[in-house]
């Protein structure tokens, strides 16, 4: 029974799993255990890569709290980084003023969101379990499903996105690029078509580019990251609003930090809502970062995370498909593979049921249906329950664990 005034409050996918895996054993570390639902990427040393281990100087300045809209200097780094990777052919160019800085993505995108007027919000299925509470808290909008399926690869083409955002009604659309869960990736000519529709059609787009580093599909040459920043023509005029941090990219979930970057009017609401949501990030962590956002050393580190979890994905692919699990595309992006379960016997073709059958050998991923964003629950049907969500986000190590785990398990089903 809840207490009075209370409602309950529903858990995201991947904290659900892992409650979950904790009634069965596990803790973290136990190397008898396959977390293949985690939603971070490795944190220890890669071939290459630098690790900054430096002390934060806890001085006097950063015992007093920080601005809501995050130190200048660092708002201007990051508006430089996207200047320098995206826009050195652009007269428009990001400034301090363009960018609110946040403790992490989930509070970014709750600012954006408490900032968000009367209106009608499209938002894609399947996607990141989080939007689903996020889109039903706040109640001056009215989420508005857009649904993608397996035969069109999870994708829609841009004459159908234009027809959703008229015959809808749609004045903000949210999505991932690269897609959590599905791995789909939008970039070049496709990704300029979305930002020009954003813009002739009045709709303001949120990207979250969460996992714009982790690309594993052919860009153009001196390209090794993508951005919808790169397609924006005035910065302050296009309606597109880029949500990142340091979680995913930068291999540091622990430092929470995360940034808004848009027109200069959203950045002013975003930060007021700030000023009543969470009062502005942590003052020390925005020190340690800066030297973390220099380009070229940007640039040179997404190269060495590509190398090292293409071939965490590769062999993951590889490894599904031989032991009868097939990945429903396979990933251009993120650390997750979007997996199928039609193949199997129907009991375990239920992403639930699946994960109930993994967690007893000590295996964990994230079933399908967490992915089903479905605010309030207005949807009585779902669509995504025959899937679920395997990461390669762990150590090498760690994936060979879980692929023989998952062999007696599909083993055991035929």
Known sequence: MNTHGFRSVPRTGVIYVMEEARKMGYTPGDASWANLGQGSPETGSIPGDIIYNDVVQVDETNRHYSSVAGDTDLREKIAQLYNELYRKDKKSK???????????????????AASLGNIHMGHFIPDYTAYEELLTLFKSFIPIPIQLDENSGFTISNIQL???????????????????????????????????????????MIFDE?????????????????????????????????????TKNWRLPGIRLGWIVGPESVIESVNSAGSFIDGG???????????????????????????????KRDFMLQ???????????????TFYIWVSLHTLPEYYRDGMHFF???LKEKIIV???????????????????????????????????????????????TK
């Open 94 to 112: 990001y400034t301090y003023g363009n960018v609110s800085i946040c403790n992490g993505g989930r509070l970014a995108l709750t600012r954006i």
């Open 162 to 204: 234009q027809r959703e955002i008229q015959e809808k009604g749609l004045q903000a659309l949210l999505l991932s690029n690269p897609s959590n869960p599905t791995g789909r990736l939008m970039h070049g000519n496709e990704l300029k078509g979305w930002v020009t529709t954003a813009r002739e059609e009045k709709c303001t």
């Open 210 to 246: 969460f996992y714009s580093h982790f690309i594993y599909a052919t860009l153009p040459t001196n390209q090794n990251t993508i951005s919808a920043a790169r397609y924006v023509e005035d910065v302050n005029s296009d309606p597109i609003v880029i949500v990142d941090g340091f």
């Open 281 to 311: 990030a942590n003052h020390p962590s925005q020190q340690y970062v800066k030297i973390l956002l220099e380009p070229e050393r940007v640039k040179k580190r997404a190269n060495i995370l590509q190398d090292h979890f293409k071939k």
């Open 319 to 333: 490894s599904l498909k031989q032991i009868g699990l097939t990945p429903a595309l396979a990933p251009e992006g």
């Open 356 to 358: 109930r059958a993994c």
């Open 366 to 412: 994230v079933p399908g249906e967490f992915f089903d964003v479905n605010p309030g629950k207005r949807r009585l049907h779902g669509k995504y329950h025959e899937y679920c969500r395997i990461s390669y986000g762990p150590s090498m190590g760690t994936l060979k664990v879980g692929i023989k785990g998952l062999q007696r398990i599909v083993a055991h």
